[in-house]
């Protein structure tokens, strides 16, 4: 929790009203939620379970305990993400928004010269072109076949590894020379991953090559887009440093910093958009 | 809802529709309640196939297999009822892709269609027709699936397909003409045992398509002032409807004339233009009806629809009707080149002032998949935002991200 002020662009912190809106990005791995009113943010996060709903209805829960508000206090609710077709909100006020259009309003509040998003998630990643006046998205490209490129793939290596995911990405970092990991098709490089431990690889090696393994598939999807500063990393990966590091790397371009945990820019943009998409992106569009 | 502590979840019952049918349905009975008319155009989809092969089974008439959009005039001029195999898979169930898989063995990344075509007429070798007419020698796919299906006793013409290259004309463009002529011929030989094409009933015939196409381009051209009023599944069965009629010609000329008396009584529909998104579609019209709903459901409009059959193009009723069949198919969008298609996707764009363009094909479809990038490559670089959906025959629901890269499509459109 904190001030918007704090967090959004300053440029952008007036366009945010002071009513309470709520963004619900529910993730295939984790559900995050943003609630925003007075000028305070509140985030919550949860594993998502086998239904939507009771994740939603949970997250919501807490963000009332943390923030002391109540749903009466709420003009507005946005469901984004992978679980967003199923949410229902009652009597209050709500739209379904895809979590493609949310991250490129959470970023581009958070930094309006935002102009290209790296989104990695559990189970999909997406590079997106924003259009720096408005936050609107120009263009996108996704992911959809298989596990590869996305969280999911991230946490069968570190299985295969056995050590947990917040520590892959801090091994990646220690590498001396990564590992060549050819194989994007979980199946396939899991064999590959075996085949590294059994020739004496180092786990540092083997991480580092995984990460820049999934970089280089993010790499191939932001040319598609072309690549236009600056750029940010979001999404349920957001927070693994090795990944960051690996992106940076390959695309040869720094990731602008965010003063918000990246993993809630798509709850925020939610609940951005809560106040109402026109008026959103009218404001957003005016600076 | 939030506040209520230990709330005990039930999961709905409805989880919402799964199969082709289910759609059909929906769009019919809930979406389209207000229109006879596409009321009766779904049923005439829903019962298309069977009713044939009622007809064959109880009234001895003759009905085939059939694919090329062109070839449907010769087959009802031949007294053959026509039917398209691609709507056979389109409403396939769940047996059909695994019997291609494990009875034929056709591999995992094999075009869906195909399979799901496959895994039908398979179920069907027994129904008593046997015949089947197809020019599939682009598609490598659907010619081992005839192989396979020969042994499972069909008989079938793979015709020679014609193309036409880009500055083919003069005396290229005649010898190319002479040859599919010929084609046709043998085509028709092979149906009805006749060296020569009953050209009284092919004219029939073709001012049939041509009345047929008439009326489709007057419903599309009056879905642009009513965009929201035939909504795009209702869109797309109308649109294979002219290729086969469903089975039924008059009864589907019936409901074009009452979906155009529908569209003129229909008031100001100016709300509807105001907040409307103009889409293109190109490509094949797929399985996964949830697509269209979530086109819908985001104040999307498939108002204009672009395939291989085009419903602008008539057939010349001044020469004779077997050079005008051949002739028509040569000169179409679909005679190989893929510029011709570019170019009928740029006219559409232009004619509805289209804000994006879908191009939705199967997984595992080599054949027009290089020809989606550049076109989304070409309509990118006009500004005209694009996106390329592969889908697949299987039954269900589409995924989740088919379903997120559509919504956020509209969503960067509106």
């Given amino acids: ?287 | 809802m939030a506040e209520t502590k230990e709330k005990k979840y039930i999961p709905p019952v409805d989880f919402g529709r799964q199969t082709q049918i289910e759609h059909i349905e929906y769009s019919r009975d809930v979406v389209h309640r207000y229109s006879p008319s596409i009321r009766r155009l779904f049923n005439l989809g829903l019962t298309y196939v069977e009713d044939v092969e009622k007809q064959v089974r109880d009234e001895g008439k003759r009905a085939l297999w059939c694919g090329p959009p062109w070839a449907m005039p010769l087959v009802y001029a031949a007294d053959y009822l026509p039917l398209e195999y691609g709507e056979l898979a389109r409403l396939s169930d769940v047996d059909a892709i695994s019997i291609a898989e494990n009875h034929f063995q056709m591999p995992a990344e094999v075009c869906s269609m195909v399979k799901a075509t496959v895994g039908e007429l398979y179920k069907r070798r027994n129904s008593g027709i046997d015949k089947i007419f197809s020019m599939g020698n682009t598609c490598e796919p659907f010619n081992q699936a005839w192989e396979v299906l020969k042994d499972e006793g069909y008989d079938i013409y793979n015709g020679e397909i014609v193309f036409r290259a880009p500055g083919v004309d003069g005396e290229r463009y005649e010898k190319i003409l002479r040859f599919f002529l010929k084609e046709i011929e043998s085509f028709y030989c092979w149906m009805t045992g006749a060296r020569d094409v009953n050209k009284e009933k092919l004219f029939i015939e073709l001012q049939r398509r041509n009345r047929i196409m008439t009326k489709i381009k007057t419903i599309m051209e009056l879905r642009v002032p009513h965009p929201f009023y035939v909504r795009s599944l209702a869109v797309m069965y109308l649109l294979n409807g002219l290729n086969n009629y469903l089975g039924k010609p008059d009864e589907f000329e019936d409901v074009l004339d009452g979906l155009i008396d529908e569209l003129l009584a229909r008031g100001d529909s100016s709300e509807d233009r105001d907040r409307v998104i103009p889409l293109v579609w190109s490509g094949g019209s797929g399985q996964e009806f949830g697509v269209y709903e979530a086109v819908d459901e985001a104040n999307g409009a498939l108002l204009g629809f672009v395939a291989i059959a085009p419903y602008d193009k008539l057939f010349n009723l001044e020469i004779d009707p077997v050079e005008s069949l051949a002739r028509w198919q040569l000169d179409s969008r679909g005679a190989g080149a893929s510029v011709y298609m570019r170019r009928a996707l740029e006219e559409k764009i232009d004619e509805i002032g289209a804000k994006g363009l879908i191009q939705y094909g199967f997984i595992g479809c080599s054949q027009h998949g290089v020809a989606r990038e550049m076109f989304r490559d070409y309509f990118h670089q006009k500004g005209i935002p694009s996106i390329n959906i592969e889908g697949t025959f299987q039954v269900g629901p589409p995924s989740g991200q088919v379903l997120t890269r559509i919504n956020a499509f509209i969503e960067m459109l509106a």
């Fill in chain 1, 1 to 287: 929790m904190g001030l918007l002020k704090d967090i959004i662009d300053p440029e952008l912190t007036e366009r945010i009203g002071n009513d309470g809106f709520i963004g619900l990005d529910i993730g295939s791995t984790t559900g995050k939620a943003v609630l925003i009113s007075g000028g305070e943010y509140f985030t919550e996060i949860t594993p998502t379970g086998v239904y939507a709903q009771p994740t939603a209805d949970k997250l919501m829960e807490k963000l009332f305990k943390k923030s002391g508000r109540r749903l009466s206090d709420i003009r507005a609710v946005t469901g984004t993400g992978y679980g967003r077709v199923s949410l229902d909100f009652g009597r209050t006020p709500s739209r379904i928004i895809t979590e493609i259009s949310c991250h490129a309003i959470g970023c581009h509040y958070l930094n309006r010269n935002t102009q290209t998003i790296v989104d990695i998630g559990g189970q999909d990643s997406k590079a997106i072109k924003v259009d720096a006046r408005n936050g609107k998205v120009i263009d996108f490209v996704m992911n959809d076949k298989c596990a590869a490129g996305t969280g999911r793939f991230l946490e069968k290596a570190a299985y295969l590894m056995d050590i947990s995911m917040q520590d892959l990405g801090k091994e990646a970092l220690k590498a001396e020379k990564p590992a060549d990991i050819s194989s994007q098709c979980v199946v396939f490089a899991e064999s590959e991953l075996i085949s590294l431990r059994a020739k004496g690889e180092s786990r540092a090696n083997i991480a580092a090559g995984i990460h820049i393994a999934t970089a280089r598939r993010i790499k191939n999807q932001i040319n598609r887009l072309g690549l236009s500063p600056e750029l940010v990393f979001s999404g349920g990966v957001s927070n693994n440093h090795g990944m960051r590091a690996a992106i940076e790397d390959v695309l040869g371009i720094k990731t602008t910093a965010l003063r918000l945990d990246a993993i809630f820019a798509g709850a925020l943009g939610a609940a951005i958009l809560a106040q109402g998409n026109e008026a959103a992106l009218a404001n957003a569009s005016a600076g």
